[in-house]
């Protein structure tokens, strides 16, 4: 029985995984803010009452006005200045590029000029009297720097008043584009509802001259650099035209006809110069033959060549024997070759005449040529300059008059009136601070839930260890340790005696088949009502009428004393020296109704006495001679006295005291019993406080802690 009551569990948390430690229970979270329900509505009840505080009694009304400005879409103007002074684009970039141009800090300063904003102390902060927040900021800024704090910015560099004016105004200003048409709308929130409208009427008409200064100074810029560029270009043209008159009388007068006459002439001369060549060059061929036939003496080719009738006849005269005829044919072939070479050199006389004269044409065509191009680029240059000259002339004299013509590009559309009152929005105010208040409850709630480390529940209990509940027991209310025992006495029925008649129930059925005798009771670390729960569960058991040896085992620090008076001398010590018979060392207490083995103090080491053969022998004498017997121990994690007297107990109760013992240490001196060796029966929530269960909303659920267990037990 005993072996099979103390094989060691494995607890639950051992076997699970990894992954179930990531995982959120969703339900756990909800029951988590709903037992955190109280404190939610009371963090969003003083949400509520801050939020109507700072609403009605803080927050200072604010007022907004709005105006609206249109931008004008002009077909035309009355004299077309596009390419001088163009007008405002209708591009959604143009549009908000005029929204910056509203509220950009030279259209503000002139407004906080003009309305002197400057001495408006909702503009200019320094006028405000300093509050008592801004005191002590200076005051700690004046001890961390040793200046005194004040009217300093960051960096050293401390704004004037105009410029605190016009960054209080910016934001305090807001431009939009109305969408789909070309309307601004311009609003301001102050403090005063005439206030908010003066400064946006003010604003419209500073934009509006804003518009027109700008024309008018681009025209003036316009005038006068069209006046400057007109005097450059009239100078110009007349130093080109003076250019091209001198040109003109410097050159032969032509024209672009005449030229071309002339080119027509040198063609001719140039056909005409490649026949006479042809020519020359003939005279020349049919020179040089004669000269060869001469030079050859062939009086028959000769004749041949030259087809002469004279030379013929002198040939045949010679033929036919006259001596006389070949010196006449000699002369007469001589006369022929001068012939020839006088025809020559008469036709290249020619065409070197010709050849000249045509050289001559090409040089006055060339002249010619380059002169006409020349002038007809200064001519196109006069031309152009005179073009120049007279645009920019036009332009001058447009860009003048309209200088008188200028006009805004905008118009207001609609005037700002005194503003509504648009904060503080008191139902916004109110519903933003409780949502907040609900907020801040809820993660109160959470994180508390979260960052406790104890224990509330049995479930979560079971759950962490894999140990079966056996009890939980409230907190005792006595006031001394020495009233117990009279408290569970005069109020059987009782909640903590129900609470501990429910432990002995479950600690007895923990084994049907052998029931425990030797029950040890034993926490983490001191103060979890072990010792508690040892001495009740001794007065239950002794009701049953069953024979009950409550042991002192904490001998350490020997606590019975504070729950019993008249005690003997005698206990642990005596008993396992064996010298006294065991029934006069333990002494009788009529109120618990049962006998008490008080600890005694020892010099020899408590673990190595609980360890000897004398204890193991004295635990089979109280077998013997009592149905139960219950042994307080020390705390596991303190000393190790409890994991050695665990080896002869038939059943550990282990108790961890209600949302104070943290889940570690439970889980560590679990630890040191497996460590031994050593199965824990069951554990005990001890410590309970009902007020408390209710309060983080268990009371709904645990047995004496419930609303329906209130009729079943005394009051007290």
Known sequence: MKDAVLQPRVPAHHTQTAGDDDEIDLMELFRALWRGKWLIALSALVALVLGGYYAVGVAEPQYRATAQLTLEVRTGQVVDLESVMTGVSTEQAALNTEIEIITSRRILGKLVDTLDLAQDPEFNTALEPPSALARIKGALAGMLTGADGAGAAEGGYEKSPRDRAIDALRERLSASVQRDTYVFNISATTG?????????????????????????????????????RVTELEADLREKEDTLKAARAETEL??????????????????????????????????DRLTELRAAGNRAAAVEATGDATLRRLLQSLR???????????????????????????????????????????ERIERQSADLVRIEQMRREVETTRTLYETFLTRLKE???????????????????????????????????MVLGLMAGAAIVLVRQFLHDTFRAAADIEA?????????????????????????????????????????????????????????STSA?????????????????AGLDKSVLLIEG?????????????????????????????????????????????????????????????????LARAREAYDFVIIDTPPVLVVPDARVIGQHADAILFSVAWDSTQRGQVLAALREFESANLGITGIALAQIDPKGMRRYGYGGKYGAYGAYGQGYYDAG
């Open 192 to 228: 005063d509802a005439e206030k908010s409208a003066r400064i946006l009427n003010m604003l419209a008409d500073l934009y509006l001259q804003e518009q027109i200064a700008v024309k008018f100074e681009a025209t003036e810029q316009a005038v006068a650099w069209l006046s400057k």
């Open 254 to 287: 032509i024209s672009p006809e005449a030229l071309e006459g002339l080119n027509l002439q040198a063609k001719t001369l140039r056909e005409r110069l490649e026949e006479m060549r042809a020519g020359v060059e003939a005279a020349q061929a049919e020179l």
């Open 320 to 362: 036919e024997g006259e001596t006389d005829a070949g010196g006449m044919f000699d002369q007469r072939l001589e006369a022929l070759v001068s012939r020839a070479a006088s025809g020559y050199d008469r036709q290249l006389s020619q065409v070197n005449a010709l050849a000249e004269s045509y050289r001559t044409l090409q």
């Open 399 to 433: 860009t003048t008059v309209q200088r008188g013509l200028q006009q805004a590009d905008s118009r207001v559309l609609s005037d700002a009136i005194p503003g509504e009152k648009v904060a503080p929005r008191t139902s916004l105010i109110l519903a933003l601070s």
């Open 464 to 520: 962490a260890t894999g140990l079966p509940v056996l009890g939980q027991i409230p907190k005792m209310p006595v006031r001394e340790r020495k009233d117990l025992i009279g408290y569970l006495k005069d109020r059987p029925t009782s909640a903590p005696a129900e609470a501990i008649r429910n432990l002995r129930t479950s600690l007895l059925l923990s084994d049907i088949d052998h029931p425990p005798q030797i029950i040890m």
């Open 525 to 541: 670390l001191p103060g979890e009502g072990k010792t508690t729960q040892a001495v009740a569960l001794a007065q239950n058991l």
């Open 554 to 618: 904490d001998i350490r620090r020997r606590t019975f004393a504070q729950y019993f008076s008249d005690v003997p001398a005698g206990g642990v010590l005596t008993a396992l020296s064996g010298e006294v018979p065991l029934n006069e060392v333990v002494f009788h207490d009529e109120r618990l109704g049962a006998d008490i083995l008080m600890g005694e103090k020892s010099r020899a080491n408590a673990a190595d006495l609980f360890s000897s053969d004398k204890f193991r022998a004295f």
